[in-house]
Structure formats: structure tokens, C-alpha cells
């Protein structure tokens, strides 16, 4: 999986690399999981106006719990994920 860090294929994984503390990491597109909503301890807050939509009652989710990231990957390894993405779920090449 490595050594095909930086390629297309395979379509339905993703070696994101060292990731501390938890070593390589890796993401694969054809196992979905969910969390369940409660993890994040949900508070909704009222904006006001949402400008977007125009809509006086909008409410916006917000975590107030397990909501901080151990890191990002790098542009061009969300650009390769996104192209896998769509490699994936269509099975053609970008």
C-alpha cells in the first residue's frame, strides 16, 4: 500500500502515512461507519437570519465534545482522496 502512496489505484483505499500516535494510517471507501450523534454532545445555536438560505429559523449544530482533530492531510493528499472518491464510486479514472 505504500508504495502506491501517490497513485489512483487501488480505488478503495487511501495510505494517508504516520500518523501520531497511531502509526500508518489508512482510510478505505467501501466500509461505511457511523457515530452516533450523542458522541459530539450536540448544541444547536441560533444565528439569527441564516444569510445562506434566507430561512429566520435556522439552527446551526456545534460540538461541544470529541470535536478536535489530530491533524490534516496535506492538499495534494485530499486532491489524490478526491479523485479516488470518484474513481471509486464510478469506476472510471480521473
Known amino acids: 500500500m ?4 501517490a497513485r489512483l489505484g487501488p480505488f478503495d483505499v ?8 497511531y502509526g500508518e494510517c489508512f482510510i478505505l471507501l467501501d466500509e461505511t461507519y457511523y457515530l452516533p ?8 445555536v441560533d444565528p439569527g437570519e441564516d444569510v445562506m438560505s434566507g430561512n429566520p ?3 446551526y449544530a456545534t460540538a461541544r465534545a470529541n470535536d478536535n482533530r489530530i491533524g490534516r ?3 495534494d493528499q485530499l486532491d489524490l482522496l ?3 472518491m470518484i474513481a471509486y464510486w ?4 480521473t
Open 37 to 44: 450523534a450523542a458522541l459530539f454532545n450536540l448544541h444547536f
Open 14 to 21: 487511501c495510505f494517508l502515512g504516520v500518523t501520531e500516535p
Open 90 to 93: 464510478t469506476r472510471q479514472q
Open 82 to 84: 478526491r479523485r479516488k
Open 2 to 5: 505504500r508504495s502506491s502512496a
Open 73 to 75: 492531510i496535506q492538499d
Open 57 to 59: 429559523d435556522a439552527v
